[in-house]
């Protein structure tokens, strides 16, 4: 199995869309990530009635953070319809500011047909390169 198989997998595996209140539905959209050291974090989205939701590719990144890792090699977030889409600006952002080298972060475009996009080409002329420098 190769490793966006796994990752489409793993995030396809804690999709659950769930009501959590008449406020709240989670688990819509699910995503999952591999380290550069290899291990894979997931998350789902938190869909609120206001401004407060968060999306799973940044759930994923939370749950990273929490065990003490920072850099993606690899991330693919998936609808619930099992199709992929592409990471919304907050979270190209949130994976920007992480480390110097994120703009190379391999992310999955479309599943069937393998395409993939550096984060750098989906951010391009980012605005916080030279604070890394």
Known sequence: MDQWTEL????RRVQ????VSPFIEAGGVAAALLTKKGTVYVGVCIDTASSL?????????ANMLTNGE???E???????DGSVVAPCGVCRESMMQLAKDSGEIDVLLDYEERK????KELLPNWWGSARFS
């Not at 489409?8 to 995030?11: K, L, R, S, V």
């Open 8 to 11: 489409y997998n793993e995030a």
């Open 74 to 80: 690899k991330i693919v977030a998936v609808l619930s």
């Open 53 to 61: 939701g968060m999306c799973a590719e940044r759930n994923a990144i």
């Open 16 to 19: 659950k869309a769930w009501e």
């Open 70 to 72: 920072s850099q993606i």
């Open 116 to 119: 993939v996009s550096k984060l």
